[in-house]
């Protein structure tokens, strides 16, 4: 689980160990990822902190290695890392793009590729990546977010379409207006906008998410493959 130590990330690890599942806490803060792994522990499952950046080679395969040595069998794979350096067009410097697309999109490929290979050679696995409602429609002055998360959606469907035979599926899921900490930053104006476009009424919250993840991971799931699910309260509605 990356991005697991905050927010919809540390929903998500919790509610794959209330399922049942072991999970390892991957993040940037070393402590709210140790409190999220004492957590799960707390539930009675195993759990493992780790730090790693993901949009790093190097970092990505000493922590499967080291994922290896605790858990040699991982049947699930949940990529949540992501950051976000927002700017006008005009104003975005290469590096704001180059973080953004590095760590959400290049760090989806790395984990996948890293950790699907024991999938593949058990013939069981689930990947699920989150891509986000921005993913899909855009939004001034998040040109590299919504491209890393447009992007996540076309990446899964190609590795759906390859794994597929093997047993592995991958699926995406979209949230939209999620109350977090970083949406909590927003302006007022902007968030009763947002709230206007969606009609449940209200924003979302990481235990709305959760339980989506948990059903793509599990059993039941066995025959959705390639699917971006929206988990928006009905704001993309077509």
């Known amino acids: 689980m990356t991005g697991g130590s905050r927010s919809i990330g540390r929903e998500v690890a919790l509610e794959l160990a209330r399922a049942g599942a072991d999970v390892v806490v991957v993040g940037r803060d070393k402590e709210a990822a140790a409190e999220v792994a004492g957590a799960i522990q707390n539930l009675g499952r195993r759990a493992l902190a780790q730090v790693a ?15 290896g040595r605790h858990f040699p069998i991982v049947d699930i794979l949940v990529n949540n890392a992501g950051v976000t350096q927002d700017g006008l067009l005009f104003r975005m410097r290469s590096a704001d793009w180059d973080r953004v697309i590095d760590t959400n999109l290049k760090g989806t490929f790395l984990c996948t590729r890293e950790f699907a ?18 993913g899909v429609t855009g939004n001034a002055g998040q040109a590299n977010y919504a491209a890393s998360k447009a992007g996540i959606v076309g990446f899964t469907r190609s590795v759906a379409r390859e ?10 899921i979209a949230p939209g207006y999620i109350a977090t900490a970083m949406t909590d930053g927003l302006g007022n104006e902007v968030k009763a906008k947002l709230l206007a476009s969606i009609p449940l009424g209200r924003a979302g919250e990481p235990a709305d998410v959760a339980p989506v993840v948990v059903f793509l991971a599990s059993e039941g799931a066995g025959y959705i493959t390639g699917q971006l699910i929206h988990v928006d309260g009905g704001m993309l509605m077509n």
């Open 163 to 172: 794994l597929a035979g093997r047993g592995v599926t991958a699926n995406c």
């Open 117 to 134: 290979r024991g999938m593949t050679r058990r013939r069981w696995g689930r990947i699920i990546s989150v891509s986000s409602v921005v």
């Open 53 to 67: 950046d993901v949009a790093n080679e190097a970092e990505v395969e000493a922590l499967a290695a080291e994922v």
